[in-house]
């Protein structure tokens, strides 16, 4: 029999990434999703198609075949799935998460009345920080320690929207770029590491958790921010990055988080943060993706959260007494996100925030959104340099007109 693996979240990462690697390892994926509609589809169809877009424009079908469904309502279903799984995963956002803990609960209490003393590892490609913890303050007594293992991950993959008028015809494809490493916490397995080729075992999972949100989402929230300040006609994240001053100032940002990262990891050398910011630029250069401003920049409350990819790797500098004027550039432009969706709306939340920056001003923000407080000193720096920059650019505008 092949090894199974129950996947939580039949979502664009879960479908495009996980389930491809696995599928194609011999792994038998039964999704576990709320969407009745999904479940129904993949139990009928068994398998569907990743369309691969890249960069000259070509396209490449993968067929991913051998998968079911249940539905996560069907709490004995899910159960008897994860009780006689070999491994299980994660892709459904911070949000949901303890909600799929619960599940995950009640799977190994039946687990342990199955297969007494057989450890079950949970692969959570989130993309938060505190993953493991969040699942594991849910499970709580439901596994000792050698029962369970909470192998984070940082998840590198871009997976862009498919077009409406593509899932009208066929609702399960997704689209992702060639980009296929599953980056896992090597600590975190109780059980064998899995033998899927595109797994890349680290022994220091946070400095990679870091690496891909200070610099991977740093650098693509620059060509978003800095592409709509530039050009607010522009919509493709690959047009904008082709605007000489949104390439220059993302480049810039991302180096300067990334000798953060590398002041802050020894695991995580210059040399390779400086491969992997070129290589990032390269990869966000894809225009098949179509990725969008939009939807790169939306979501300012969370973008400009304290521990999230501008402020934090602000905070992560300013430790380091590293400078970081270009990411506060950065930040400053975030300040004026007006970018719209396909009808030519806003995201309301971004609006706010923006009509914050104009009445109340950039350190209202800092300080309300952003949570930093001058009593802490490398707050302090954080703000202090971020109101620096503003002021120049203020002086910079006298001085054009």
């Known amino acids: 029999m092949s090894p199974r693996l129950v996947l939580f979240g039949a979502g664009n990462i879960g479908r495009s990434f996980i389930a491809q690697l696995f599928a194609a390892a011999g792994y038998e994926v039964v999704f576990v999703d709320i969407n009745e509609r999904v479940v129904g589809d993949l139990n009928r169809r068994r398998g569907y198609e990743v369309i691969i877009r890249h960069p000259d424009g070509t396209d490449e079908t993968v067929p991913v075949t051998g998968v079911r469904a249940v539905s996560a309502a069907d709490e004995q279903a899910v159960s008897s799935e994860v009780a006689e799984a070999r491994l299980a995963a994660t892709a459904v956002g911070a949000g949901a998460l303890p909600s799929v803990a619960k599940l995950i609960r009640a799977g190994l209490l039946e687990r342990r009345r199955r297969r007494p003393g057989e450890p079950l590892d949970v692969i959570l490609a989130e993309n938060v920080r505190d993953a493991a913890a969040i699942v594991r303050g849910v499970v709580g007594e439901a596994a000792q320690d050698a029962e369970i293992g909470l192998v984070q991950t940082s998840i590198g993959k871009m997976v ?18 060639p980009y296929n490493t599953l980056i896992v916490d090597a600590k975190g397995f109780r059980g ?7 797994i890349k075992a680290v022994e220091d999972i946070r400095a990679y958790v870091d690496r891909k949100l200070f610099l991977h989402n740093l650098g693509h929230a620059a060509v978003a921010y800095l592409g709509h300040r530039t050009d607010p006609a522009v919509t493709l ?10 390439r220059g100032g993302a480049t810039r940002a991302m180096t300067e988080s990334a000798s953060a990262l590398a002041h802050a990891y020894a695991s995580l050398s210059l040399t390779g943060l ?6 990032l630029l390269a990869r966000f250069a894809n225009r098949a993706l179509g990725d969008t401003v939009y939807r790169v920049g939306r979501d300012l409350p969370r973008k400009l959260a304290r521990d999230d990819r501008l402020v934090g790797a602000m905070l992560l500098a300013a430790r380091a007494r590293l400078p970081f004027d270009g990411i506060a550039e950065v930040y400053l432009a975030s300040l004026g996100f007006a970018a719209t969706d396909e009808a030519g709306d806003r995201f309301p939340p971004d609006e706010r925030i923006v009509r914050l920056a104009d009445s109340d001003g950039v ?20 703000i202090a340099a971020v109101l620096a920059r503003a ?7 006298m001085r054009d007109q």
């Not at 994240?237 to 949104?246: C, M, Q, R, T």
């Not at 009593?375 to 720096?381: A, I, N, S």
């Not at 002021?391 to 505008?397: L, N």
């Open 274 to 279: 400086h491969e992997h910011r070129d290589d």
């Open 237 to 246: 994240i690959a047009d904008a990055l082709a605007l000489e001053p949104v």
């Open 391 to 397: 002021e120049k650019e203020v002086d910079s505008g």
């Open 192 to 198: 064998e590491l899995p033998e899927v080729p595109q």
């Open 160 to 177: 862009p929207i498919v077009p409406s008028e593509v899932t009208a015809r066929d609702p399960l494809v997704v689209f992702a770029e």
């Open 363 to 382: 350190e209202a923000v800092l300080t309300t959104v952003s949570g930093l407080g001058g009593d802490d000193p490398v707050d302090g720096r954080v």
